[in-house]
């Protein structure tokens, strides 16, 4: 496995666990406190799941600046990958956001 492999694999697996950790109180419906949520210094979930947006904007930001900043300066090879993949990564909000602003089927607020 060359050194660029290991770095994606690692990578991933380190910021899936971020991740999990970051958004993890917020899956669940119940109103019970994770440990998740205790580390937010007392925060109830509610309050810090109306944050979810933010959070999932800035773990999106910080992957991008990371694949971006490692493969121009160590890995080449992951920098072409990462221009072909950004379009991709573009492109997936417009059918959320047609979603939200038009069909009303991913707004928090609606009643099913």
Known sequence: MTNENEFVIRFHAIFGLIAAIALGGCLHQTHSH???MMLLNGKSREDAC???GNTVSLLVASWHLVIFLRGFLQYPR???YYRFLLPFSVLFLLPDWFLVKFAGTLDSDSKL
């Open 50 to 52: 109306d944050n979810v």
């Open 34 to 36: 994770s440990a998740t």
């Open 78 to 80: 992951l920098l072409s």
